[in-house]
């Protein structure tokens, strides 16, 4: 399966949460660890995103990071509930779990779909974050690197 991907700018959206356990299979099946975000809070701003890879900034402990979030219930796994999971382009020697995730959002990169091989999700998510890599630099989004939002 060929995956489609369609590089669109969105408004900006602000969100904030705790760093939360899942299943890790980002770690450990996917070699793509995904911060998930408790999404208790935050479930109007996520209402409106249809399910699907987007790319922006996130900040942890006041470092601001280029980061590709999946919002979904990734279809190749079958969750049940929507989750927001992001992966910062960075590596980190340690994790970060229950500690405060800022990510603001500026486009979307593709929807989300089911894939008939781990290979080839693992391949797809890979691109996901080359794309994501390069997009950032473009002025129109790098300056988001210092919006006021991940001020203080
Ligand atoms: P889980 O299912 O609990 O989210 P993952 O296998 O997806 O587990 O791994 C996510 C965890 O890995 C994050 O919560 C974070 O603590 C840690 N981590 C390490 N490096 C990164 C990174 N570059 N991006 C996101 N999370 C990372
Ligand atoms: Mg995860």
């Given at each position: 399966m060929s995956v489609v991907r369609c590089i669109t700018k969105l408004p900006v959206c602000r969100i904030e949460g705790t760093v939360v356990h899942g299943?890790?299979?980002?770690?450990?099946?996917?070699d793509c660890p995904t911060a998930n975000i408790c999404t208790d809070h935050i479930q109007d701003a996520i209402?409106?995103?249809?399910?699907g890879v987007y790319y922006g900034w996130a900040s942890l402990h006041g470092t601001v990071y280029k980061m590709v979030a999946n919002i979904g219930v990734n279809p190749s796994f079958g969750n049940e509930h929507i989750s927001v999971e992001v992966h910062l382009l960075h590596e980190f020697s340690q994790d970060f779990y229950d500690e405060n995730l800022k990510v603001l959002i500026l486009g979307s990169i593709r929807t989300e779909s089911k894939f008939s091989s781990l290979d080839e999700l693992k391949t797809a998510i890979h691109e996901d974050c080359g794309i994501a890599e390069k997009l950032l630099d473009d002025q129109e989004y790098s300056s988001y690197k210092s919006d006021s939002f991940f001020m203080g």
């Open positions: 299943f890790k299979r980002g770690s450990t099946l996917l209402k409106g995103f249809k399910k």
